[in-house]
């Protein structure tokens, strides 16, 4: 009796998502599915108690619920085309999962399934695996409990950002008060970091409440000049919103203030030389009486106008040299605004694990642990290095393993693979293990701590690396960087370095002893590119990509779906990384994605996009 009950309540609890979740979930309306009527409704419930309802009756141990979640998944997963009956079925086999702990990876995998199909339902998936995230932690005991713990104060701060991206700052604050009362209490080292996120979150609030006054004494008095000008100024400078402060100017004629503003709301791509040139002054002027968080906007911005120009201007002419130098200053002054690493230099206190792990089953609590062995697991460093550098990595292993280390290089990053007793580069066209720079050494010690040194030195188009084990020379490379070779399947997000491993490894520290150092911000969300997309390249191919909330992209070969790489952010620009080595630029418009695309990835940036493409959100279910 208690399973069909069970059965009921399931039911009962589609019914009244179909009424609710369905209308609450944000998504653009192109890819959202419509509320189903109440005949569909009845009529999906209907087939699932057919199919499974004798089967959930008989379900009554925690192995045979978790046995029946399975199937449910499976069936979901065979591609049904009615979307509510796929949703049930997700639903019920998260709830069946979640019965046992040996189910939480099929309850995870539900609900991520039901978001990546149907992105209509991110709200509602996202707080499926928040509640999963906070039984896994109520449920652990022991050491255990802490890893569990950071786990769920990593996917809270996580859903915080999502929040603050949809302005809803009063859900980020409440997410961020409960992480903070988590890190308290297991004593987390990431409680540092909520503080000043709680911070930084006041401040976004407190500027929408100055937004929401100027707009009320605008109401007032529509004339108010000068309260529409600081209105238009918030919105430029500390929102990054020129279409919205494009709304908010009276005189709409063709005015200088208009004209840019209409520039600056549509693709970087689409502009002229003059155009970027024009923006890039605007907002540089901007910059003067802009706050620190609102520097960092507007000289990001000139940074972009910038380097578009760079991009459409070919001749070397002294105009070409004249504007090198203004991107060079825009960007030594945003190095200094984003100077804010952690003080001993330890990158490993920057690391977020929903933006950062790229690969793997990885915990952060001090030190950085990888937890299960998984080949091509990877973690990249939310910072980005220019020019000459040294980094130094501390780690343990319990077993012989393969470490990589990523090495960002001009325009390009060179990748280090040490094993138990031998090192190497990948360079020349050839595997590591294979050229000049691969070297036998002394078996590493296992269980015992290990320092690599990496010392990069560029000039030009040249470089040199030098690799340190324990302060004993390993082996070391000069050459062109055109002949260094990026490492595809590990990939890392260019411009930044990253660690990995194929088995278990505890990172102590990863530390920037010299060099030009400056953190990787997410200013934009990742949520506005989630869902399926179609894209048809200049060159006529066509291509199927599928992307989650936190930018992992996958595209479609054979009617499966092959994880290609992800989508990450530095500044205000997006980027398409591919395990393939090739590299893509994204820009959201009007809720179609433009693409520059670049193969291999060291013609970025500074030479011209071998091909664009156009993206449409897919009408496939």
């Given at each position: 009796?208690?399973q069909?009950?069970?059965l009921?309540i399931v039911l009962?609890?589609?019914?009244a998502?179909?009424?609710t979740a369905f ?7 192109s890819?959202?599915a ?6 569909s409704q009845?009529?999906t ?5 057919d199919?499974?309802?004798?089967e959930?009756s008989?379900?009554?141990?925690p192995?045979q619920?978790?046995s ?19 949703k ?7 709830e069946l999962?979640?019965?046992s702990?040996?189910g939480?990876?099929v309850a995870?995998k539900?609900?991520?399934?039901l978001?990546d199909n149907?992105?209509?339902?991110l709200?509602l998936?996202?707080?499926k695996?928040m509640?999963?995230h906070?039984l896994?932690y109520s449920?652990?005991?022991g050491d255990n409990r802490?890893?569990e713990g950071d786990k769920?104060?990593e996917?809270l701060?996580?859903s915080a950002e999502?929040?603050r ?6 859900q980020?604050m409440?997410?961020l008060?409960k992480?903070a ?6 004593k ?19 500027l929408?409440?100055k937004?929401d006054?100027l707009q009320q004494k605008?109401?007032?008095?529509s ?5 529409r000008?600081q ?9 990054d919103a ?5 709304a908010?100017v009276?005189d ?11 520039l600056?709301?549509?693709?970087t791509?689409t ?5 970027s040139l ?5 907002y540089c002027?901007l910059?003067?009486?802009a706050s620190g968080t ?5 000289l990001s911005?000139a940074?972009?106008y910038y ?7 070919e001749e ?7 504007v ?6 825009v960007?030594d002054?945003?190095a200094k ?9 330890d990158l490993?206190?920057?690391v977020?694990?929903?933006r950062?792990v790229?690969?793997?089953?990885w915990t952060?609590?001090g030190?950085?642990?990888m937890q299960e062995?998984?080949?091509g697991?990877?973690?990249a460093?939310?910072v980005?290095?220019q020019?000459s550098?040294?980094l130094?990595?501390t780690?343990t292993?319990?077993n012989?393993n393969v470490i990589i280390?990523?090495?960002p290089v001009?325009n ?7 094993t138990a007793d ?7 066209d050839?595997d590591w ?5 691969s070297k ?8 015992a701590r290990h ?10 188009n ?5 690799i340190e084990?324990?302060k004993?020379?390993?082996t070391n490379w000069?050459?062109?960087?055109g002949?260094i070779?990026r490492?595809g ?12 491993a194929?088995r ?9 002893r ?11 969300s990742?949520?506005?590119?989630a869902?399926?997309?179609e ?5 006529g ?6 992307v ?8 479609e ?11 990450y952010c530095i500044g ?5 990384d591919?395990?393939d080595w090739?590299?893509e ?5 009007d809720d179609r994605?433009?693409i520059?695309h670049y193969n291999?990835f060291t013609?970025?940036p500074?030479q011209?996009p071998?091909?664009t493409?156009v993206g449409?959100?897919?009408s496939?279910?």
């Open positions: 009796m208690r069909i009950n069970f009921s009962l609890a589609f019914l998502f179909s009424f209308g609450q979930a944000t998504a653009p309306a890819s959202q419509a509320a189903p009527d109440s005949a009845k009529q419930a209907k087939i699932f108690n199919v499974f309802g004798e959930l008989k379900a009554k141990t192995d619920k978790l029946l979640a399975k199937k449910m998944l499976e069936a979901a997963q065979r591609g049904a085309n009615d979307p509510g009956l796929v049930l079925l997700c639903l019920s086999s998260y999962a979640t019965k702990e040996q939480y990876e995870q539900s609900v991520e399934y978001g149907q992105p209509g339902e709200a998936v996202q707080q695996v509640d999963l906070q896994v449920r652990a005991r802490k890893v769920f104060i996917l701060i996580e999502t929040a991206g949809e302005e809803n700052m009063t980020a409440a997410l008060d992480a009362t988590f890190a308290n209490a297991i987390s080292d990431s409680a540092v970091r909520i503080r000043q996120l709680q911070t930084d979150y006041k401040r976004v609030q407190n929408l409440k937004a006054s605008l109401k007032m008095n004339a108010d000049t000068v309260t000008s209105l238009v100024q918030l919105y430029v400078v500390e929102f020129p279409k919205q402060a494009l908010l009276s709409k004629r063709d005015t200088p203030e208009v004209r840019l503003l209409s600056a709301s549509n693709s791509a502009l002229t030389e003059k155009e024009d923006l890039a002054e605007y002027q910059s003067a009486s609102g520097k960092v906007v507007v911005r940074k972009g380097e578009r120009f760079l991009e459409a201007h070397k002419d002294a105009e070409q040299a004249r090198r130098l203004l991107c060079d200053k960007n002054d945003l605004l984003r100077s804010s690493l952690p003080q001993d230099g490993l206190r920057l977020r694990l929903n950062d790229l690969q793997g089953r952060v609590s030190d950085l642990v062995d998984m080949n697991s990877r973690v460093l939310p980005t290095l020019g550098y040294e130094e990595f780690f292993t319990p012989d280390l990523n090495l001009g390009t990053a060179l990748t280090v693979v040490e031998k090192i190497g580069m990948c360079v020349d050839k293990a294979t050229n000049d720079t036998r050494h002394t078996h590493l010690d296992l269980n320092v690599m040194l990496a010392k990069v030195t560029v000039a030009d040249s470089c040199t690396v030098a084990m324990d004993k020379a390993l000069t050459g062109k960087q002949q070779n490492h399947w590990w990939g890392f997000p260019l411009g930044m370095p990253g660690i990995g194929d278990v490894i505890r990172v102590h520290s990863v530390k920037i010299k060099g030009k150092t400056t953190r990787a911000y997410e200013q934009k990742l949520a506005p590119f869902g399926k997309w894209v048809k390249y200049s060159n191919v066509l291509r199927k990509y599928t989650t909330s936190n930018g992992i992209l996958s595209k070969e054979n009617g499966q779906l092959r994880v290609g790489g992800r989508l205000n620009e997006i980027f398409a591919f395990v090739q590299f630029r994204w820009t959201l418009v994605v433009k520059n291999p013609l970025y500074s011209k071998n091909c493409a449409s959100r897919s496939s279910k």
